[in-house]
């Protein structure tokens, strides 16, 4: 069992930068991918991001590449999403989630990622 808590959303203005935490709890948290997720109203979930186990390698929807940089500490638990120059359609509620596989990326099924935080919801002002 792993359980997710993300923090660090809020109000920013657009061409700001936030950065989101989610936090692992269990004893093999280490050993997932983990990915970004975010959904506003009405939408699907949609990809942000995955990183693998070990940190090696990140990918990216095409729409955040080269402004949102995940990176991770195993020993910390703790899998982070730097986002820069944030834009108003970045606005939405962002999840973490650990999947079942050690990599992973944009191609990987959502059903694959089985442990889900709360999300936290990141507003972008224009």
């Known amino acids: 069992q792993v359980q997710l808590v993300e923090s660090g959303g809020g109000l920013v203005q657009a061409g700001g930068s936030l950065r989101l935490s989610c936090v692992a709890s269990?004893?093999?948290?280490?050993?997932?991918?983990v990915g970004w997720f975010r959904q506003t109203p009405g939408k699907e979930r949609e990809f942000v991001g995955a990183?693998?186990?070990?940190?090696?390698?990140?990918d990216y929807a095409d729409s955040v590449k080269g402004r949102f940089t995940i990176s991770r500490d195993n020993a910390k638990n703790t899998v982070w999403l730097q986002m820069t120059s944030l834009k108003p359609e970045d606005t939405a509620i962002y999840y973490c989630?650990?999947?079942?596989?050690?990599?992973?990326?944009?191609?990987?099924?959502?059903?694959?990622?089985?442990?889900w935080g709360q999300g936290t919801q990141v507003t972008v002002s224009s």
């Open positions: 989630a650990a999947c079942i596989n050690p990599y992973a990326n944009k191609g990987t099924p959502l059903h694959y990622y089985n442990y």
């Open positions: 269990g004893r093999t948290a280490s050993a997932y991918a």
């Open positions: 990183i693998n186990w070990n940190g090696g390698t990140a």
